[in-house]
């Protein structure tokens, strides 16, 4: 069935750092890519999504590209904040599979020091 | 826009007493609703998919009499964790879309609700 890995955390890095998170997925069909965020006590944020190969979801500084060779989805940042320590979710949808329910991946947690 | 209420956020109870937990779409109709449950450091775990109307479709291994859904409305649904024991102490997460499950939309997600039970 359909899947999505992520790398495990925790992530930790010095404010102003490079940010990335990978995400990997398995899909039977042509799923729709998401990245949401969990604050502390909070639900989940959709952060970017993207619903077709090379498309890039952005949003706050972040970016991720939708790679169907690799079948990838990586989360950048160029520079990290202090606010932006949370736990990161990659997830997909896939139509033609699970009635287009959400798979998560297990979750990254980011820790960013001043 | 697209703001998901849960409430309440935080709930205590004794063991054996039933714990109703709602989801409410302030800002759109919610065709759709789902719910989660997520145990510590992990992952969100789909516990079942509520259309407005209907009944629920649950996921597999998940109890239909233990956790009760409504959706009675287009704005509202309802879990209701019913003779609840310390196992089901979680964090119990809504999320609501306009479309329904297989129409893509994004979904939108409520704060939570952390479960104790004692």
């Known amino acids: 069935g359909d899947s999505v890995t992520q790398m495990e955390g925790p992530v930790t890095l010095s404010e102003e750092a490079f940010l990335t998170i990978n995400c990997t997925y398995t899909?039977?069909?042509?799923?729709?890519l998401f990245w949401y965020v969990q604050y502390p006590g909070e639900g989940l944020q959709l952060l970017l999504k993207?619903?077709?190969?090379?498309d890039k979801g952005s949003n706050k500084g972040f970016e991720a590209t939708y790679r169907k060779e690799t079948t990838s989805f990586h989360l950048e940042k160029g520079s990290v904040q202090v606010s932006d320590s949370a736990v990161y979710f990659c997830a997909l949808s896939d139509r033609s599979n699970q009635g287009g329910k959400l798979i998560f991946g297990q979750g990254t947690e980011l820790s960013v020091k001043p | 826009g697209a703001v998901v209420s849960q409430h309440p956020s935080r709930v205590i109870c004794k063991s054996g007493t039933s714990v109703k937990i709602e989801c409410r779409s302030l800002?759109?109709?919610?065709?759709?609703m789902f719910w989660y449950r997520q145990f510590p450091k992990q992952s969100l775990m789909l516990m079942a998919t509520?259309?407005?109307?209907?009944?629920?479709?649950?996921e597999q291994g998940v109890e239909k009499d233990k956790f009760l859904i409504n959706h009675a409305s287009l704005t509202l649904s309802t879990l209701t964790v019913t003779s609840a024991h310390p196992e089901d102490s979680s964090f119990y997460i809504c999320?609501?879309?306009?479309?329904?499950?297989?129409?893509?939309?994004?979904?939108?997600f409520g704060d939570g609700t952390r479960l104790s039970i004692l």
């Open positions: 509520s259309n407005e109307g209907s009944k629920a479709t649950y």
């Open positions: 899909a039977t069909g042509y799923p729709s």
């Open positions: 999320s609501a879309t306009v479309g329904t499950a297989i129409s893509n939309q994004p979904q939108h």
């Open positions: 800002d759109f109709q919610a065709t759709t």
């Open positions: 993207a619903t077709k190969a090379d």
